[in-house]
């Protein structure tokens, strides 16, 4: 599965931004698709998930604030991301994996990552 990220930029806290993750390469349904994270010196962390069904799990840091959705026809996930804080600043990747999981092992198959900038 080959997966390209993008919709990522310079927002004000506050504000909102959608990413957009195409999938291209094979049956785009059979997957979980994840949203993981990673700011400068931290480690990458899982934000979003979804399941083949639908299925949503989230990270505290952004449940509430932050969905996941995927288009099967069109084989993209997104992540609309609402009411954003200068901590959500960081390099969003969507990945892809046969098996549930919240932690980056799981997952086989990663886009490039998006930019996303958040300021106070």
């Known amino acids: 599965v080959q997966l390209q990220a993008f919709g990522g930029g310079l927002v004000q806290a506050g504000g909102f931004l959608r990413l957009s993750c195409a999938a291209s390469g094979r049956t785009f349904s059979n997957y979980y698709m994840g949203w993981f994270r990673q700011a400068p010196g931290k480690e990458r962390e899982f934000v979003s998930t979804?399941?083949?069904?639908?299925?949503?799990y989230y990270a505290d840091s952004v449940k509430g604030r932050f969905t996941i959705s995927r288009d099967n026809a069109k084989n993209t996930v997104y992540l609309q991301m609402d009411s954003l804080k200068p901590e959500d600043t960081a390099v969003y990747y969507c990945?892809?994996?046969?098996?549930?999981?919240?932690?980056?092992?799981?997952?086989?198959?990663w886009g490039q990552g998006t930019q996303v900038t958040v300021s106070s």
């Open positions: 979804i399941s083949r069904y639908d299925s949503t």
């Open positions: 990945a892809a994996s046969i098996w549930y999981g919240i932690s980056p092992e799981r997952y086989d198959y």
